[in-house]
């Protein structure tokens, strides 16, 4: 029965939505802009702060050690989940077996522990189905070169320390790709083309077919095939996962006789720590409340599908099911077939409608299925379900790809054609990802109208930055290197007269590093709110492509209603490197240090630091600037003799984190000091420390190596340049490229 399934502990908060143990958001005051700024939030938190208790199966104790490396924290084995809990145990991951634990899970205390069920696949499915009953969430794992990664979101998510929600709901236009395979496996070879422009990828659970040994098919897929297919299409995808068990009646296959089967499965991947469960609105409301109250850091997706083609948008029935949708979820999707095209006018009323009258509403999803209802995907703006043409079928009528929408959109003048630039010196390198083709390869795909170009910067004069800015045309830049807000303000008559003499938008995060590295255009009060990312022009000013050359064209300057926003890519770029191994509690209150020439090339990797609240960061070779030491510890190394006091330290004091953006030409004083800290004592000969070099360019000798036989976990200038990308193309043009995506178009595939 429905009330026999255990659910994780989570508590009411005070406006009457249930949350996780979620202690102090770390970026709360990172995220505090300064007066005119914007607000810059890296979505990271403390998260469940309650003791995590591992269990693992036969011979698979390692686990734990991995679980608690990932945390950063130390850990040990314990008999039970009562045997040697004792004060302290916040600190430490503690491992039980599964056969230990079959006897004292059900009775934990629940407010003092989280239990994770850990099964890997390879010994044979399923898991213990009590202990994956009992517990609060199950981790599925291979031993494979994914482990950490997938680890790292799957703890980092269902601990609370990381959500994308916000940023997803945040941005003008959203998108998600609808898997239509019998077997993930057979999408993962392309699956950096089939992501690309895609902010979450929806596994069609009922489209699973599980075969069987006589050779057909499960006529519903177990629960077991499903966790693996969840692990699979996790483990080589950055992207947030929509978990859907579309029933009969709404065009899947999942049988309608007993809802009490949805919400196993339902469940079954909240405990997966899947990011959003697809919830359908005809499931009896004691199911949907149970789930959207026991749903952890998952978000629901509430979801309505009419096929009948009698369904009418200005009717009191389809506000009926708006209104029903939204008591138990965060999103709420509506799609119906149409059979006029004025059917589509009428959704467009009703979702200003329903925005009018319930301000407070979730984010609303709304398309018309069928080729009468296209032009609906290119109005609605929120999480749109969208095909591909290597997609073996499309998951609902009249689906388009990215590309078509954008198609769409740039021919009704909603997309208009921009020139984006990267801006480079003569010295800057363009080793790492080749600019020109990249960009080219990602407006290809996307569909996107727009021209790019690699240019050169001069200081003053007709290649300065402003002049490239200052064209009827600009779509947005990129800077490499970046340069300083001070340098490009100085003397500009064009950047001071922009938002009326207030000078160009700065995010927070430029005004703490000081440093600009992308330039977004941001369009003027006259246009459509929402009609098109705010990265580009608000009307289509379009030019011939023979204009588009090496110098600047001003055709009559930027609109007078454009204005430009200063932000800076790099420190999240460095941010998401960062976390890709290990979850953000594994640098809170730690301490770093910091190498660089000026203080310039460390603010970046400075703020990110800030971001994920770190306790204490020792700087070599440069003087940490006012802005960036604020409400952040910071010491200098003035001597050896306070290098070797920093080294000796024990405990969290002593160094975790060692970053080098010294220049290639350093290599060997830095190779000399990752040996030093090499050595260095921390809190745990269990816990791994973390090296990150931003050099870029050919060296005497590999930092890195040196970093991996010290015990460190090493990465490059390709990992933070990947990731600086991928934002970087997020800001530009308002669309998500994966950075798998990234890393393969420049040479450097991650499987």
Same mark, same amino acid.
């Given at each position: ?11 009411? &908060? ?18 505090? &802009? ?71 899970? /059900? ?6 522990? +989280? ?17 994956? /009953? ?27 320390? +990381? ?77 947030? +996962? ?41 499931? =009896?409301?004691?199911?949907?409340? !149970?789930?959207?109250? @026991?749903?952890? @850091? ?42 006029? =095209? ?43 379900? +969208? ?22 959109? /740039? ?17 800057? &390198? ?32 007709? *290649? ?118 290990? /979850? ?45 030491? @604020? ?7 003035? &001597? ?57 360019? =050919?060296? !005497?000798?590999? =930092? ?26 997020? *800001? *530009?043009?308002?669309? @998500? ?15």
């Amino acid at each position: 029965m429905l009330t026999q399934v255990p659910v994780p502990v989570h508590r009411p &908060s005070t406006t009457g939505t249930v949350t996780p143990n979620v202690a102090m958001d770390l970026d709360s005051k990172a995220a505090e &802009s300064s007066t005119g700024g914007v607000k810059t939030n890296s979505g990271l938190q403390r998260g469940d702060t309650r003791t995590a208790v591992i269990i693992y199966g036969p011979g698979q104790e390692n686990v734990v050690s991995t679980f608690a490396d990932v945390l950063g924290k130390p850990f040990r084995l314990a008999d039970s989940f009562q045997g040697g809990m004792v004060g302290g145990e916040l600190e430490m991951v503690l491992g039980v077996s599964a056969e230990s634990a079959r006897n004292s899970v /059900a009775s934990r205390d629940r407010d003092a522990v +989280i239990a994770i069920n850990a099964h890997n696949v390879d010994l044979g499915m399923p898991p213990d189905t009590y202990l994956s /009953a009992q517990c609060d969430y199950e981790f599925l794992y291979t031993g494979t070169r994914f482990l950490r990664r997938d680890l790292a979101r799957f703890v980092s998510f269902t601990l609370g320390q +990381i959500s994308n929600y916000e940023t997803l709901m945040a941005k003008p236009r959203t998108f998600f790709i609808s898997t239509t395979f019998p077997d993930v496996r057979a999408a993962l070879p392309n699956i950096e083309l089939l992501t690309v422009g895609c902010d979450a990828v929806e596994l069609r659970v009922d489209l699973l077919k599980e075969p069987l040994g006589d050779g057909t098919f499960a006529q519903i897929p177990s629960l077991s095939y499903v966790g693996e297919q969840v692990m699979l299409l996790r483990q080589r995808t950055e992207l947030p +996962i929509i978990y859907t068990t579309r029933c009969t009646r709404e065009n899947g296959r999942f049988p309608m006789d007993d809802p009490n089967l949805f919400y196993e499965y339902l469940y079954r991947a909240i405990q997966w720590g899947v990011e959003y469960i697809d919830v359908e609105v005809w499931l =009896p409301e004691e199911i949907r409340r !149970k789930l959207y109250e @026991n749903r952890g @850091n998952s978000h629901i997706m509430s979801a309505f599908h009419d096929f009948t083609g009698t369904f009418k948008w200005p009717s009191d029935y389809a506000q009926s099911v708006f209104v029903e949708s939204c008591k138990y979820a965060h999103i709420v999707k509506m799609i119906a077939i149409i059979n006029d =095209p004025n059917e589509n006018f009428e959704l467009e009323y009703f979702r200003s409608k329903i925005r009018a009258e319930y301000p407070t509403s979730p984010p609303f999803s709304a398309v018309n299925m069928g080729e009468t209802g296209q032009i609906s995907r290119a109005f609605n703006k929120v999480l749109t379900p +969208i095909t591909h043409p290597l997609l073996p079928i499309i998951a609902a009528p009249g689906q388009m790809s990215a590309a078509e929408i954008n198609a769409a959109l /740039a021919s009704l003048g909603q997309l208009p054609k921009t020139n984006i630039y990267g801006i480079t010196t003569s010295s800057s &390198s363009r080793v790492q990802v080749p600019h020109a083709p990249f960009y080219e390869k990602c407006f290809n795909e996307l569909g996107l109208p727009h021209q790019f170009a690699v240019v050169e910067r001069q200081t003053r004069g007709p *290649l300065s930055v402003e002049a490239w800015c200052n064209q009827r045309s600009f779509g947005g830049a990129y800077l490499n290197p970046a340069a300083s807000f001070t340098s490009l303000m100085h003397n500009s008559s064009f950047f001071s007269k922009l938002n009326n003499g207030a000078g160009p938008t700065l995010t927070e995060a430029v005004r703490t590093i000081g440093m600009v590295d992308t330039i977004v255009i941001q369009p003027g009060p006259s246009s459509s709110p929402g009609s098109a990312p705010p990265s580009l022009p608000s009307s289509p000013h379009r030019r011939s492509e023979s204009l588009f050359g090496s110098t600047p064209n001003n055709g009559h300057g930027l609109p007078a209603t454009s204005s430009l926003l200063f932000d800076n890519a790099s420190w999240r770029g460095i941010l998401s490197t960062l976390t890709r191994d290990l /979850a953000p509690s594994a640098y809170f209150r730690r301490t770093a240090v910091v190498l660089a020439s000026n203080a310039d090339d460390a603010a970046s990797a400075m703020y990110a630091l800030k971001a994920l609240r770190m306790g204490k960061v020792y700087t070599v070779g440069f003087k940490t600037p006012l802005a960036l030491a @604020n409400n952040f510890e910071v010491e200098p190394f003035n &001597s050896l003799e306070s290098l070797q006091r920093a080294r000796a330290m024990g405990g969290d004091a002593g160094p975790f984190v060692l970053v080098s953006a010294l220049g290639p030409e350093k290599s060997t004083l830095v190779g000399m000091l990752v040996r030093l800290f090499g050595g260095a004592k921390g809190s745990s000969s269990q816990i791994r420390k973390v090296f990150l070099d931003l050099a870029d360019g =050919p060296r !005497k000798d590999d =930092p890195g190596a040196i970093a991996e036989q010290c015990g460190f976990a090493a990465y490059g200038v390709a990992d933070t340049t990947a990731f600086t990308t991928a934002e970087t193309v997020r *800001l *530009l043009v308002g669309q @998500n490229v994966p950075y798998s995506f990234v890393r393969l178009t420049s040479g450097n595939g991650m499987f």
